[in-house]
């Protein structure tokens, strides 16, 4: 085939290649999404201290250390 059109080996599967996994993409097109958004659109993003400080509070409350206190929210 390579030699019959003029081309390269590589050009040919280069070509060959490309057909397939533009076809491949078409038929495993993902259907769309739906963003699912929680609280408030404009209220703050919460900080990465924020963050630890909730997971240290959950990992308190799962371990139940008797002595141990919850930090207030921040």
Same mark, same amino acid.
């Given at each position: 085939m390579a030699l019959s059109e003029g081309k390269t080996l590589?050009?040919?599967l280069s070509?060959?290649?490309g057909a397939y996994l533009?076809?491949?993409k078409q038929v495993?097109? %993902?259907p769309p999404f739906e963003l699912l958004v929680r609280g408030? +659109?404009?209220g703050r993003? +919460?900080?990465p201290a924020d963050m630890s400080a909730v997971?240290? %509070?959950e990992e308190l409350a799962a371990l139940r250390? +008797?002595?141990t206190k919850r930090r207030a929210a921040p």
């Amino acid at each position: 085939m390579a030699l019959s059109e003029g081309k390269t080996l590589g050009a040919v599967l280069s070509e060959a290649l490309g057909a397939y996994l533009g076809k491949r993409k078409q038929v495993a097109k %993902d259907p769309p999404f739906e963003l699912l958004v929680r609280g408030n +659109p404009r209220g703050r993003f +919460p900080s990465p201290a924020d963050m630890s400080a909730v997971e240290e %509070d959950e990992e308190l409350a799962a371990l139940r250390i +008797p002595g141990t206190k919850r930090r207030a929210a921040p």
